[in-house]
């Protein structure tokens, strides 16, 4: 896998992490240690069914002339979002994750897949590399957003695609749906 630097690629395992902090150093909290629920199980299904209904028909629109090769899930925590990038694509999906215990159990969850340990301000990964990137709910998560979003278009071929997805947490209905469970 082609690298700036040392750090793991997707043929090589996960370095062992420092522990609770995440990228950004800060102690994570409990909750960031716990199994991610399937997505079948989540606590908002019909929002993530809606949005890979929404995004497979854009996909199909669109055809990607070329059909992506190599594609990248960066952030892809569990690895929730792999079976969808398999259904829509015939590509070599990587995954990669700043958290190493999610990023194992992505592994175990797919062992046929590469993963590899990477944060999105410091990213091993060289130039031009993928054909598509998906990033979905994962900006929000990284203090210097403006720097991961230009290594995801660093990373990304001229012409290639950018999947990026961000919560709307500001807007009335996202409001009301987090208050929704108060009784």
Same mark, same amino acid.
């Given at each position: 896998?082609?690298?700036?630097?040392?750090?793991?690629?997707?043929?090589?395992?996960?370095?062992?992490?420092?522990?609770?902090?995440?990228?950004?150093?800060?102690?994570?909290?409990?909750?960031?240690?716990?199994?991610?629920?399937?997505?079948?199980?989540?606590?908002?299904?019909?929002?993530?069914?809606?949005?890979?209904?929404?995004?497979?028909k854009v996909f199909r629109k669109f055809c990607f002339s070329p059909k992506p090769r190599r594609?990248?899930?960066?952030?892809?925590?569990?690895?929730?979002?792999?079976?969808?990038?398999?259904?829509?694509?015939?590509?070599?999906?990587?995954?990669?994750?700043?958290?190493?215990?999610?990023?194992?159990?992505?592994?175990?969850?797919?062992?046929? *897949?590469?993963?590899?340990?990477?944060?999105?301000?410091?990213?091993?990964?060289?130039?031009?590399?993928?054909? *598509?990137?998906?990033?979905?709910?994962?900006?929000e998560h990284i203090q210097d957003d403006e720097k991961a979003l230009s290594t995801l278009c660093?990373?990304?071929?001229?012409?290639?695609?950018?999947?990026?997805?961000?919560?709307?947490?500001?807007?009335?209905?996202?409001?009301?749906?987090?208050?929704?469970?108060?009784?």
């Amino acid at each position: 896998f082609p690298s700036h630097d040392r750090h793991a690629g997707p043929s090589q395992k996960p370095k062992k992490s420092s522990g609770g902090t995440g990228a950004q150093g800060k102690k994570n909290p409990r909750w960031y240690f716990a199994a991610q629920d399937e997505p079948s199980k989540k606590s908002w299904p019909h929002a993530a069914k809606k949005r890979e209904k929404y995004l497979a028909k854009v996909f199909r629109k669109f055809c990607f002339s070329p059909k992506p090769r190599r594609i990248l899930d960066a952030g892809c925590g569990e690895g929730s979002q792999i079976p969808f990038l398999k259904q829509n694509f015939s590509a070599h999906i990587t995954g990669s994750d700043y958290s190493l215990i999610r990023l194992l159990r992505a592994s175990r969850r797919y062992p046929q *897949m590469e993963f590899f340990l990477g944060d999105l301000t410091h990213y091993p990964v060289k130039d031009d590399f993928f054909d *598509m990137v998906y990033c979905s709910h994962v900006l929000e998560h990284i203090q210097d957003d403006e720097k991961a979003l230009s290594t995801l278009c660093r990373i990304l071929r001229p012409g290639g695609t950018l999947v990026l997805g961000v919560p709307n947490e500001g807007c009335w209905w996202w409001l009301a749906a987090t208050y929704r469970d108060w009784e």
